[in-house]
Every structure is written in C-alpha cells, then in structure tokens.
C-alpha cells in the first residue's frame, strides 16, 4: 500500500543481513556499490575476501541483472536477488561453515 515499501524492504534487508553476521562472530564488511552511470547494487558483502552483491525488489516480478561493470570488475563475485519471496533464503549467511558459526 505504501509508495516506499521497497525502500523499506531494502532498509530492513541491510540491517538484518549486518544483524546476523555480527551475532555469527563473524567479521564481514558491508558496503554499498554505485557507477558514475547509477548502476547500483544495494548491498555489498566481503565475507573472507568473497563477494556478494545483494539487489532488493520489493516486487517479486522484477528479474534485474548484475550490473556489467560490477560483473567485469568483479568476476568472482556472487550476486542475488532479494524479494519478498525470498528473503529468507538470502537471510541466512550462505557459505559459513559451522566452524564459524
């Protein structure tokens, strides 16, 4: 009903994502990713030097892609999509062994 649900979803997405991983122990950076073009990625992750880029749609319609720039400069990174059908999913830290839990 609201005109900013999907910044709304973005915003909690972030906090719950930072959330868990400083409940985990774990030590994460975060971060944010923009071209000079606007390309962006809502969330940024850097997990012992592993990268993942997180886009929040609040409609589950939506099917965007990885930047291209992102993907060039970054060929290794991860990238998901997040609605909110997903969430929990992409909610729980992936590829954390139970050593680091």
């Known amino acids: 009903m609201r005109n900013d649900a999907g910044e709304l979803f973005e915003n909690w997405f972030v906090v719950e994502r930072i959330k868990r991983a400083g ?7 975060f971060y944010f990713w923009r071209t000079y073009d606007q390309h962006e990625i809502d969330l940024v992750e850097d997990l012992d030097g592993n990268l993942t880029g997180f886009e929040c749609k609040w409609s ?10 992102w993907s060039r400069s970054y060929p290794g990174a991860d990238f998901k999509i997040v609605t909110r059908e997903n969430w929990m999913d992409r909610l729980v830290l992936q590829n954390v062994g139970p050593e680091r839990r």
């Open 23 to 29: 409940n985990g122990g774990l030590l994460t950076g």
């Open 60 to 69: 589950p319609k939506a099917k965007p892609k990885a930047p291209i720039d």
